[in-house]
């Protein structure tokens, strides 16, 4: 089997443009299955394009994207009830109170014992005494716990999540970055996980992607980037990649 | 792990999950439902007044028994028809749901066929009570008209759905800048399809243009069957023949739109 079979996902010289301007720059990386992986960059980085594309809701200007085997946007359909994603750039319809919301999703997603799946989830995310309210009168940490909710509702092999952590107040943030890793063990299922927390990344990630301007800048563990930049935290590397001071400090050395 | 469903295949189940969806919404806000009765009432009693004034007056329209009221019902099964897809689909827009909908196995083909069930049941909670309005008003039963109304109805609605699945494509492409789209371009269709005169009133070369239109056959033979008391079977079935044509004109438009909104980046931000 090679790497890119035996990869969840698989990214190979990904090129975006949106009329000339660059916003993926031949990009290329593979995520083993079972791992999770944090997707770092300021503003206009590239993160959200480079994980449009791999839902299969971006067509690549050129290269490929492999999702669990199918060649993503072309073969989508193949494999899009075995993935699902949380994102802060879409909402669940506000009217629907939470379990309408999250019945209608998990019918589309073709889950069994919808009833069943929803009160597991309720209890493991806290929203039981949210669930017949409507999604509008929720707090943005409720709100992101129903979106986590949908998330998780097909059990997804492959979980695409931007910013997951958004809006939660330190304590519930932490108590779901808690519940994501016991989700990723517990079914084996591939995660990549866009963020600005540097606190979250090095909690939750056994590997960090660095973007800056479409291009990958730095491709390693916690450990061995901050070993490498000779620094404490993870937002101390983010900084020196962001403000160019990253191969300033490899040359010195 | 997940695995129960290929994805592939066209499902019933996520087209029924798609319609509980809209369902949900349309009995949560009453003033949604108000709306969808509130102005075919009005147009309707407007016309049927205007009617009731003039055949008191004129002798043809004494024997053109409920010619406008005519029209105007069925011009709003094909307003309200192509008006029922269209909203259906921008209250995703307006949702910021578009991405999870995208993202979830539905195919565009279940999502169109979710549009287009909730098409129906808006029109029916919209025009059922204004028909019966129409009879307790002026006595005109629209419901008499049999099977010609069947026939009206499949042409009228097959052509608004033609029109929403094309405006759903702009909106995918182009955002909510294109929304004006959705609620003004069946007005186009109002002066072209005749819907209160014969096509032998506009110019010679505009006649051309009428008559590819398929709503236009549906209203000659309205007035056929009202004024002359014929069904025009044939009508019906070149209405038939133009409205395949147009919908599959409107489908693999939709398709290539999709397939440009992929393209252009457009699916998950689709603000204006």
């Known amino acids: 089997m090679d790497a890119q079979n035996s990869s969840a996902i698989a990214v190979d010289t990904l090129v975006k443009l949106y009329k000339g301007a660059t916003a993926v720059d031949g990009i290329s990386f593979r995520l083993p299955t079972g791992s999770i992986t944090g997707l770092l960059g300021g503003n206009g980085a590239g993160k959200t394009t480079t994980i449009a594309m791999i839902m299969g809701l971006v067509t690549p200007t050129s290269g490929t994207v492999t999702v669990l085997g199918a060649q993503m946007p072309k073969d989508r359909y193949r494999v899009l009830h075995r993935m699902n994603f949380e994102s802060p750039y879409v909402d669940m319809p506000m009217r629907l109170t939470v379990r309408q919301n999250l019945s209608v999703f998990a019918q589309l997603y073709a889950v069994p014992d919808i009833d069943e799946r929803i009160g597991t989830l309720a209890v493991e995310l806290d929203l039981t005494e949210f669930l017949d309210r409507p999604t509008g009168k929720l707090s943005s940490g409720q709100k992101t716990r129903v979106s986590l909710a949908k998330a998780l509702l097909n059990r997804p092999e492959v979980l695409l999540l931007d910013e997951p952590t958004a809006s939660l107040d330190p304590d519930t943030a932490d108590w779901v970055r808690g519940r994501l890793d016991r989700y990723r063990i517990e079914c084996g299922a591939t995660v990549l996980l866009a963020s600005h927390n540097m606190t979250e990344v090095e909690r939750l990630c056994e590997r960090v992607i660095i973007m800056k301007k479409g291009r990958i800048e730095d491709d390693d563990t916690p450990e061995r980037l901050l070993a490498r930049y000779g620094r404490e935290t993870l937002e101390d590397v983010f900084l020196d990649v962001a403000r160019g001071r990253g191969q300033h400090r490899e040359a010195a050395q | ?272």
Not at chain 2, 99 to 121: K, Q, T
Not at chain 2, 170 to 185: K, M, P
Not at chain 2, 212 to 218: D, R
Not at chain 2, 233 to 254: I, K, R, S
Request: proline letters at 4%; one cysteine or more; charged letters at 10%.
């Open chain 2, 1 to 272: 792990m997940s695995g129960r469903d290929t994805g592939v295949e066209f499902s019933v189940n996520r087209v029924a999950a798609m319609v509980r969806r809209y369902w949900y919404l349309l009995r949560s806000s009453w003033p949604r439902i108000l709306d969808l009765i509130y102005w075919p009432a009005v147009q309707m009693l407007m016309w049927g007044f205007l009617q009731l004034y003039v055949s008191q007056n004129a002798g043809f329209f004494a024997r053109a028994g409920g010619v406008f009221i005519g029209s105007v019902l069925l011009w709003d099964i094909l307003f309200r028809g192509q008006l029922g897809f269209s909203i259906s689909f921008l209250e995703e827009m307006y949702a910021r749901n578009l991405g999870n909908i995208m993202m979830s196995p539905l195919r565009p083909v279940e999502f169109i066929a979710a549009l287009m069930i909730m098409s129906i049941v808006r029109l029916s909670i919209g025009m059922i009570p204004v028909t019966f309005l129409a009879i307790a008003f002026f006595g005109f039963n629209l419901w008499s008209l049999g099977f010609a109304l069947a026939a009206f109805f499949v042409n009228l609605i097959l052509t608004s759905w033609s029109i929403g699945i094309f405006v759903a494509g702009v909106l995918l492409r182009n955002g909510l800048g294109a929304e004006s789209l959705a609620w003004t371009i069946m007005f186009l269709f109002l002066p072209l399809t005749c819907v209160y005169y014969p096509v032998a009133v506009l110019p010679h070369w505009l006649q051309y243009v009428a008559w590819a239109l398929p709503p236009t056959y549906v209203f000659e033979g309205m007035r056929s069957l009202l004024i002359d008391h014929v069904f025009r079977a044939d009508l019906m079935l070149e209405a038939l023949a133009f409205n395949v044509v147009l919908f599959a004109v409107a489908a693999f438009a939709f398709l290539k739109l999709l397939q440009s909104a992929r393209v252009q980046g457009s699916l998950l931000q689709t603000g204006e």
